[in-house]
């Protein structure tokens, strides 16, 4: 995982400027390995990001038919469901770029047996995502990995059922290995009332059974002001 870096941008330049990050990125490693795995997250603070991604000027740039599109948590509902991390990620980005549908690799949280359908997913990743694209709650969740959750302590097991604080409570989510793993590692997380948690998770004694989002404290952060107001130093 990349050495951590702080990027704060204003609310209305945010969305273009990680996009921007995404798209280099996403480039860069079509060049080096000849196609690339990227792992989506739910939640307010991307949707706008991967509209930017999608725009033609970045989206133009990658070559969409080689890459495979991944997700880190979904909840228990059908993918056309309005709380539905990959409907939340079609209408924003992946409907509007050239990836091939065989190459949208959807978590199932419709189907009866959701541990059946977490160890299908377990299978269906590759041993490391190349880019990881991570969200962060007021509550320092990342993916639905939440405070005291035991799903953090899980060292085997890559995808799990969990249980949220907040209705629809029953969803899929990477572990803890799949973060580890990840070659590239980018948290979005903006307004205020997220600042604590921020502060919290960026600070290397924080305990991430407290604060999961620690998880990818190394990771490249994106935070517009005031998601950055509770930093102890200054950034860039």
């Known amino acids: 995982m990349a050495s951590r870096h702080i990027v704060v941008e204003g609310p209305e330049a945010f969305p ?3 996009a921007a990050w995404l798209a280099e990125t996403l480039s860069d490693v079509l060049k080096a390995r000849g196609q690339c795995a990227i792992a989506l997250s739910g939640g307010t603070t991307p ?7 999608a725009a033609p000027d970045l989206a133009g740039g990658i070559d969409w038919s080689r890459v495979h599109v991944y997700f880190g948590d979904e909840r228990a509902v059908p993918p056309d469901h309005v709380d539905s991390n990959f409907r939340m990620a079609m209408e924003s980005l992946l409907s509007r770029v050239a990836v091939p549908a065989a190459q949208i690799h959807r978590m199932e949280g419709e189907r009866p047996d959701l541990d059946a359908a977490a ?18 709650g007021a509550d320092g969740h990342t993916a639905s990995l939440f405070p005291g959750s035991p799903a953090l302590a899980e060292r085997r097991r890559r995808v799990v ?6 209705p629809p409570t029953r969803r899929m989510t990477i572990t803890p290995p799949v973060i580890a793993a990840a070659r590239q590692v980018v ?3 903006a307004g205020r009332e997220k ?6 998770a960026l600070d ?3 305990p991430e059974s407290e604060v999961p989002a620690a998880l990818a404290r190394r990771a490249v952060w994106f935070l517009d ?3 950055a107001a509770q930093l102890a130093r200054p950034v860039p």
């Open 47 to 53: 949707r706008p990001v991967y509209a930017a991604l």
């Open 16 to 18: 273009r400027r990680a």
């Open 204 to 206: 290397d004694h924080t």
């Open 195 to 200: 600042a604590v948690a921020v502060a919290r």
């Open 161 to 166: 059922v969990v249980d949220g604080p907040k």
């Open 225 to 227: 002001p005031a998601a």
């Open 119 to 136: 160890a299908a997913y377990d299978r269906l990743l590759p041993g490391a995502l190349d880019v990881l694209v991570l969200g962060m």
């Open 187 to 189: 948290v979005l997380a």
